[in-house]
């Protein structure tokens, strides 16, 4: 064979070589990644169904324990801005391990607290590291995943994002009720061990460090800001939108916002470059996204509390029931990215219809005798649709930035759904406890007078941003 000839042939296999090698680390990088996402955010859900439990245990009132779910959310709510500099500061593979830690570390002291103020403080620990390792890990992927399969490994994670919420109260009622509170915590501890020493071993620096200093007025104005609008909007939940705690917090939060966007603005090197906004495909999908967000934490609150304080059911008992929606959210999570990677956004709509048609049969469902069997399939056909609606917006939005604005797209992504989750929460829980007053008794109980007022406004919701998005369309693409 002629040199010239081997020569290519050499260097063909070369290339082939280095885009296995690749290839492989890819598919090593987003499954860590996966998988410890879905810990932070199993364990940011456990708590929901073990407050009643965590009351007994430590002899203090639901009000008081509300503040292990209120300021998970305050603390995450506030830092995840801060993780686009965290990542440009550190690079990916610092920051993944430093959050991990962070989280292995709160989970230790919250299973071994002998007091309430001790469990809190472990939960606020391991809020501060989801809050820096979610968008990192959705920073992360992006950037590794290959053009034409982006909406798969963004359907991955979304899988992490929306099916562990659904599952987590099924798997942490089981061992609350088996082995105890501290478990629910412990059970996780070896995993998060594995995962930390796989990463440190394996995990490769996607997202360079650079030489970048630190704005202190901006970090106390990203604190004040997110973090007053996040505990605001707490408060609301409790005491209404318009009560001196909602309002006085609500403003400060909103100036330090305002002055805080205007010198990121302005900024050589800002903390979070705000000025992706100005990207209208990227815009016009985050905003969808949040709204998407603000009706599923709304009835992801909702339907485990009707079904144990209307119908009766144990913890563990509706957990079960929650749980056929929760694999079916899993499947379509990963079907909804495949299909955006071929379609585009055009499975938006299908998405934001079938989750109507499931909240509407839900409301249904909840207007007369206990029907477990029609609530499962009614719960699995809005849990199904959803995701063919989130997994397209957040693909398209981040899909339509370069790589440089990875971190702070995905940054301002987790920062805004979670201010949008605490919302949705806020206005669900004020409908489900107010709605009798507006309503009447056209329901036997206040709370089926609310679930039901609650999922009968999701179905509007999505109907609403469905009408949104056939008007919006050309600025998404």
């Given at each position: 064979?002629?040199t010239?000839?081997?020569?290519?042939?050499?260097?063909?296999?070369?290339?082939?070589?280095?885009?296995?090698?690749?290839?492989?680390?890819?598919?090593?990088?987003?499954?860590?990644?996966?998988?410890a996402?879905?810990?932070?955010?199993?364990?940011?859900?456990?708590?929901?169904?073990?407050?009643?439990?965590?009351?007994q245990?430590?002899?203090?009132?639901?009000?008081?324990?509300?503040?292990?779910?209120?300021g998970?959310?305050?603390?995450?709510?506030?830092?995840m801005?801060?993780?686009?500099?965290?990542?440009?500061?550190f690079?990916?593979?610092?920051?993944?391990?430093?959050?991990?830690?962070?989280?292995?570390?709160?989970?230790?002291?919250?299973?071994?607290?002998?007091?309430?103020?001790?469990?809190?403080?472990g939960r606020?620990?391991?809020?501060?590291?989801?809050a820096?390792?979610?968008?990192?890990?959705?920073?992360?992927?992006?950037?590794?995943?290959?053009?034409?399969?982006?909406?798969?490994?963004?359907?991955?994670?979304m899988?992490?994002?929306?099916?562990?919420?659904?599952?987590s109260?099924?798997?942490?009622g089981?061992?609350?009720?088996?082995?105890?509170?501290?478990?629910?915590?412990?059970?996780?501890?070896?995993?998060l061990?594995?995962?930390?020493?796989?990463?440190?071993?394996?995990?490769?620096?996607?997202?360079?460090?650079?030489?970048?200093?630190?704005?202190?007025?901006?970090?106390?104005?990203?604190?004040?800001?997110?973090?007053g609008?996040?505990?605001?909007?707490?408060?609301?939940?409790?005491?209404?939108?318009?009560?001196?705690?909602?309002?006085?917090p609500?403003?400060?939060?909103?100036?330090?916002?305002?002055?805080?966007?205007?010198?990121?603005?302005?900024?050589?090197?800002?903390?979070?470059n705000?000025?992706?906004?100005?990207?209208?495909?990227?815009?016009?999908?985050?905003?969808?996204?949040?709204?998407?967000?603000?009706?599923?934490f709304?009835?992801?609150?909702v339907?485990?509390?009707?079904l144990?304080?209307?119908?009766?059911?144990?913890?563990?008992?509706a957990?079960?029931?929650?749980?056929?929606?929760?694999?079916?959210?899993?499947?379509?999570?990963?079907?909804?990215?495949?299909?955006?990677?071929?379609?585009?956004?055009?499975a938006?709509?299908f998405?934001?219809?079938?989750?109507?048609?499931?909240?509407?049969?839900i409301?249904?469902?909840?207007?007369?005798?206990?029907?477990?069997?029609a609530?499962?399939?009614?719960?699995?056909?809005?849990?199904?649709?959803?995701?063919?609606?989130?997994?397209?917006?957040?693909?398209n939005?981040?899909?339509?930035?370069?790589?440089?604005?990875?971190?702070?797209?995905?940054?301002?992504?987790?920062t805004?759904?979670?201010?949008?989750?605490?919302?949705?929460?806020?206005?669900?829980?004020?409908?489900?406890?107010?709605?009798?007053?507006?309503?009447?008794?056209?329901?036997?109980?206040?709370?089926?007078?609310?679930s039901?007022?609650?999922?009968?406004?999701?179905?509007?919701?999505?109907?609403?941003?469905?009408?949104?998005?056939?008007?919006?369309?050309?600025h998404l693409?």
């Amino acid at each position: 064979m002629p040199t010239h000839h081997r020569r290519e042939h050499t260097m063909t296999d070369t290339r082939k070589s280095a885009t296995a090698q690749r290839g492989t680390t890819s598919t090593v990088t987003v499954a860590l990644l996966v998988l410890a996402g879905f810990l932070c955010i199993f364990n940011e859900a456990e708590m929901n169904i073990a407050l009643p439990t965590v009351s007994q245990i430590y002899g203090v009132p639901v009000t008081v324990t509300q503040w292990l779910t209120t300021g998970y959310m305050l603390v995450t709510g506030t830092f995840m801005p801060l993780s686009a500099f965290a990542m440009g500061r550190f690079g990916s593979r610092r920051c993944v391990l430093g959050s991990l830690g962070i989280l292995l570390v709160g989970i230790l002291v919250s299973a071994t607290s002998s007091s309430f103020p001790v469990l809190l403080a472990g939960r606020l620990l391991q809020a501060l590291g989801a809050a820096f390792f979610i968008p990192v890990m959705m920073a992360v992927v992006i950037t590794v995943a290959p053009r034409d399969k982006l909406g798969t490994y963004n359907g991955l994670m979304m899988l992490v994002l929306m099916a562990a919420p659904a599952l987590s109260p099924t798997i942490s009622g089981v061992i609350l009720s088996t082995i105890g509170l501290r478990w629910t915590f412990l059970c996780m501890v070896p995993l998060l061990v594995a995962i930390i020493l796989c990463a440190a071993v394996l995990l490769k620096e996607v997202l360079e460090p650079k030489d970048v200093t630190v704005d202190a007025l901006s970090v106390a104005l990203s604190i004040i800001g997110f973090g007053g609008a996040v505990f605001a909007v707490g408060n609301a939940a409790s005491a209404g939108f318009l009560a001196p705690s909602t309002l006085v917090p609500l403003a400060v939060g909103a100036v330090a916002i305002v002055v805080y966007a205007r010198r990121q603005l302005r900024a050589r090197t800002p903390l979070l470059n705000l000025r992706i906004l100005a990207n209208r495909r990227y815009r016009t999908s985050l905003v969808m996204i949040v709204l998407v967000q603000m009706i599923l934490f709304g009835t992801i609150l909702v339907a485990p509390l009707f079904l144990q304080s209307a119908w009766g059911y144990s913890a563990s008992q509706a957990g079960l029931i929650m749980l056929p929606g929760g694999v079916v959210t899993a499947v379509a999570n990963l079907l909804a990215g495949m299909i955006y990677d071929r379609f585009g956004t055009r499975a938006v709509p299908f998405g934001l219809i079938g989750s109507a048609v499931g909240y509407l049969g839900i409301a249904a469902c909840m207007a007369g005798a206990p029907k477990p069997a029609a609530f499962v399939v009614f719960c699995a056909i809005y849990s199904g649709a959803l995701p063919f609606a989130m997994t397209a917006l957040t693909t398209n939005g981040l899909g339509s930035l370069n790589t440089r604005e990875y971190p702070d797209g995905s940054s301002l992504n987790n920062t805004l759904q979670q201010i949008g989750g605490s919302v949705g929460t806020a206005v669900f829980t004020i409908v489900v406890y107010h709605a009798y007053d507006v309503l009447g008794e056209a329901q036997p109980t206040p709370l089926v007078t609310g679930s039901i007022a609650s999922f009968v406004l999701s179905a509007a919701g999505a109907m609403g941003l469905l009408a949104a998005f056939a008007a919006l369309r050309k600025h998404l693409s």
